[in-house]
């Protein structure tokens, strides 16, 4: 390197860092050069060349153009680097401290435009406390960020953030016409939202039948693809905005645990998202952009979940009683292949390995489970003698021992009073200013639908929910005729049984050898079946 003895006419290089937060907030990196080529001017120094990290924070040390200029520094190509503050070069004292020390070790000092430029005792202990200001500055603006948005979501109950759900486009703030950040519904993407909701209630399609769906109906995606993923599928599924309701604060920005990206470079170190609990989310009540209805969201919601459990990736091997059989300890009994045989094993012993066992129930081999189940299934709904002795007695409990339901009304009852009273202080907030007509009219309307859900649940129990007699006789010699000759369709169509069984049965527990089952056949309103033990 050509050392000059003089302060004038040095080579320098120019190091400029900018946000993408301070980008949003206005703040350019061309003004920073403009700056410091003005202060190289005054100063009679020779800029040699430039760095430039846009859109990268100061809390990473990696950075493309810082690490190019410390490369580029042991190749003689300037003595010094101009810099106009140190929270430009790093937000984090440690890191500072590194840079400073490498270049100052490759015969390269720093230059900061806003400090003096000596290299004494007492100028480095100057840097180095700006550097601390500089990173509990970091931390502060980040707390205060955190805690702004948190206010806007709990107390004012806003839309935080810009990226709207697909179905709805994001209005941003108006200062002039005192409107806030709002969400309205795209008609266009809606139509898809109704349609894909409407075919997983109706038709029961799975994530992967509605990706088809989209691409043969050629339904891009927001940002022009053509291939729909199952995981932004899933997550349109079970989005409650679409019912009115959306949150804040239900993930946290995480670390990968793999990172798919091997670059060098990554502007987040935390660029995975973790779901928090749900105790953690903050509900923000948006009833005007409501698309889906309530019941057909949450009857989705029951049917992704059950693809969840009987989803073919769950196992290699056939199990007929896939997701169905329990344990007598609560954990499900599972496919799992022994010596190249189906068997069904308590998952609690399976995911308890090597660790002692905590259940030793025994396993069961695949095909005598699944024939067992079977046969005694068929043969009982083929009996209507068989089912009409049941629901009877089912009729017979509910008439013995009615405290229950009659609980339930009450309770419900109950909540219904809750509700007119909320009504009525909600009511009494807007009449004397404390509230707004808008604020008001959303909160009247939550307060409508959750009176009408409430209505339809006690409108449920107090009609009679046993079939009168001669209707249940009609509908179950109907049921026994049309079952005979869907049996024997099933029985050479191992795929069709498995879902014939998944309507029928709700939950299976296996104690020692002895295996109950409960099964719901749809027979208006759904009266129990009843228990079919069954040895094998």
């Given at each position: 390197m050509n050392q000059n003895s003089g302060q004038n006419n040095i080579q320098v290089a120019i190091y400029t860092r900018v946000s993408t937060e301070e980008q949003r907030e206005g703040q350019n990196i061309d003004s920073q050069i403009h700056e410091l080529k003005k202060y190289a001017q005054e100063k009679d120094y020779v800029v040699a060349k430039e760095y430039k990290d846009e859109g990268w924070s100061g809390g990473l040390l990696a950075r493309p153009a810082l690490d190019e200029l410390r490369d580029d520094a042991s190749k003689c190509l300037f003595e010094?680097?101009?810099?106009?503050?140190?929270?430009?070069?790093?937000?984090?004292?440690?890191?500072?401290?590194?840079?400073?020390?490498?270049?100052?070790?490759?015969?390269?000092r720093i230059i900061f435009r806003k400090l003096p430029s000596g290299n004494s005792p007492t100028d480095n202990l100057m840097i180095n406390m700006?550097?601390?200001?500089?990173?509990?500055?970091?931390?502060?603006?980040?707390?205060?960020?955190?805690?702004?948005?948190?206010?806007?979501?709990?107390?004012?109950k806003l839309i935080v953030g810009h990226t709207p759900p697909y179905g709805f486009d994001y209005i941003k703030k108006d200062k002039d016409k005192g409107s806030e950040g709002r969400y309205e519904i795209n008609e266009k993407e809606a139509r898809v939202v109704r349609k894909m909701f409407e075919l997983v209630d109706t038709n029961h399609f799975t994530a992967h039948d509605l990706s088809r769906w989209l691409l043969d109906n050629k339904i891009i995606t927001r940002k022009g693809g053509k291939k729909w993923s199952v995981s932004s599928i899933c997550r349109i599924l079970r989005r409650t905005d679409y019912i009115g309701l959306a949150h804040y604060n239900k993930s946290q920005a995480v670390e990968p645990v793999k990172v798919r990206n091997e670059s060098k470079y990554r502007k987040q170190k935390k660029?995975?998202?973790?779901?928090?609990?749900?105790?953690?989310?903050?509900?923000?009540?948006?009833?005007?952009?409501?698309?889906?209805?309530?019941?057909?969201?949450?009857h989705v919601q029951e049917i992704l979940n059950k693809n969840k459990v009987f989803s073919k990736r769950n196992g290699k091997n056939s199990y007929l009683l896939s997701g169905l059989i329990y344990c007598l300890c609560g954990s499900r009994y599972a496919g799992e292949p022994q010596h190249g045989k189906p068997?069904?094993?308590?998952?609690?012993?399976?995911?308890?390995?090597?660790?002692?066992?905590?259940?030793?129930?025994?396993?069961?081999?695949?095909?005598?489970?699944?024939?067992?189940?079977?046969?005694?299934?068929?043969?009982?709904?083929?009996?209507?003698?068989?089912?009409?002795?049941?629901?009877?007695?089912?009729?017979?409990?509910?008439k013995n021992k009615p405290s229950k339901i009659e609980g339930e009304i009450k309770h419900l009852e109950?909540?219904?009073?809750?509700?007119?009273?909320?009504?009525?202080?909600?009511?009494?907030?807007?009449?004397?200013?404390?509230?707004?007509?808008?604020?008001?009219?959303?909160?009247?309307?939550?307060?409508?639908?959750?009176?009408?859900?409430?209505?339809?649940?006690?409108?449920?129990?107090?009609?009679?929910?046993?079939?009168?007699?001669?209707?249940?006789?009609?509908?179950?010699?109907?049921?026994?005729?049309?079952?005979?000759?869907?049996?024997?369709?099933?029985?050479?169509?191992?795929?069709?049984?498995?879902k014939f069984l998944r309507n029928l049965i709700r939950r299976g527990v296996i104690n020692n050898r002895e295996l109950e089952l409960d099964c719901a056949l749809a027979v208006v309103n759904e009266p129990k079946v009843g228990i079919v033990s069954q040895q094998y």
């Open positions: 010094a680097v101009l810099i106009n503050d140190v929270d430009r070069l790093a937000r984090e004292v440690a890191h500072l401290g590194v840079v400073k020390k490498d270049l100052e070790n490759k015969g390269v700006l550097g601390s200001f500089a990173e509990f500055e970091r931390e502060v603006i980040a707390d205060r960020t955190r805690r702004g948005r948190r206010y806007k979501a709990e107390v004012r660029s995975s998202r973790k779901l928090r609990a749900r105790t953690e989310w903050i509900p923000i009540p948006i009833p005007q952009c409501k698309i889906i209805e309530g019941d057909r969201f949450y068997f069904y094993r308590c998952r609690n012993r399976i995911s308890n390995f090597p660790l002692p066992k905590t259940c030793h129930n025994g396993s069961i081999l695949g095909k005598t489970l699944d024939d067992v189940v079977w046969n005694t299934v068929s043969n009982a709904l083929q009996n209507s003698t068989l089912l009409r002795q049941q629901v009877e007695s089912l009729r017979e409990h509910y109950n909540q219904l009073g809750t509700v007119e009273k909320e009504e009525n202080r909600l009511f009494e907030a807007y009449k004397v200013g404390l509230i707004t007509i808008v604020k008001y009219k959303d909160e009247i309307e939550i307060i409508g639908n959750k009176r009408a859900q409430l209505k339809k649940e006690l409108s449920a129990l107090q009609s009679d929910n046993i079939m009168p007699r001669q209707l249940l006789r009609k509908s179950l010699i109907y049921h026994s005729k049309i079952l005979k000759h869907s049996l024997k369709f099933l029985e050479g169509n191992p795929e069709e049984k498995k």
